[in-house]
């Protein structure tokens, strides 16, 4: 909950266009919100949408303009770039954040009361508040952290997210495996 209260600070920091999928991902890893170069190319695209032109204006279909996306090579990599005025987030998620104390209060008390062994995967100490700090000590669950990760650490670490999750479902019978669990260490 801790975390919500700068959240306003972020999306005021996050630009609300781009020219194109490119300047995207460079801002996006330029944020640090993810690290992973080929992880951010792959996401990114799906998270925008092109801009809505407004109706006074409209592109001619005579003067060889569209309002459709179009492909441009760029540095030998196809990029789709609008025709129209560049791209906008698919999701306004200033527009949650009536809902985010609701789904966020709670959290960790919720995690903590699932019967069942736990692991949790985060970028950062500073991601554990007071609640999950105390129960980590107490051995309730498995923290692993991802100090070279951005904010998903599935994206920009997936093979170490991998390994750390089937060395965990092995060491807790959950699965078999055909590899060492303790050739990964958990980190806490």
Known sequence: MDA???????LKRRPRHFS?????????????????????????GAQLKPCQKKENERVSSEAGGGTLSTLQEEDGDKEEVSTEAGYTWRVDLGASEVYWAGWYSGMSRLFLSVPAPKLLLLAGPDRLDTELTRAHMQGKFQVQMFNHAGHSVQEDLPDKVADVITSFLVRQRI???TFDPGAIRPSC
Request: net charge positive; no cysteine.
């Open 20 to 44: 194109s999928k490119r300047e995207a991902i460079e801002w996006v890893l330029k944020s640090g919100q993810l690290r992973n170069n080929e992880s951010a190319r792959v996401s990114m």
């Open 4 to 10: 919500l209260s700068a959240m306003q600070g972020v």
């Open 175 to 177: 699965a078999q495996g």
